[in-house]
């Protein structure tokens, strides 16, 4: 059946960085676009970063450009989200999703807390 799991989730200091992971099964992941989002308490899901299926282009939120980075390896079924310089409004959970004409599937999600 079609998994996604994230992973990579923990708590952080401000400045400190994160690298998280999205395992995917159950279908052709090089066939799929893939996103970031992240949900804080009492606040709308946001988009984070964003990759086409080639992993040719991305696109992020302006309030992580410059800090995060998307990236994929369609030979492992696998998306990232590095996150440099974590700043205590990143605290979220964070989930994956994968997107193509048809339809989508999306992760559990990964917490993150950026703390002193």
């Known amino acids: 059946q079609v998994q996604l799991v994230e992973s990579g989730g923990g708590l952080v200091q401000p400045g400190g960085s994160l690298r998280l992971s999205c395992v995917v099964s159950g279908f052709t992941f090089s066939t799929y676009a893939m996103r970031w989002y992240r949900q804080a308490p009492g606040k709308e899901r946001e988009l984070v970063a964003a990759i086409t299926s080639t992993g040719g282009s991305t696109n992020y939120a302006d309030s992580v450009k410059g800090r995060f980075t998307i990236s994929r390896d369609n030979a492992k079924n696998t998306m990232y989200l590095q996150m440099n310089s974590l700043k205590p409004e990143d605290t979220a959970v964070y989930c994956c999703?994968?997107?193509?004409?048809?339809?989508?599937?999306w992760g559990q999600g990964t917490q993150v807390t950026v703390s002193s």
């Open positions: 999703r994968a997107f193509n004409t048809v339809g989508g599937y």
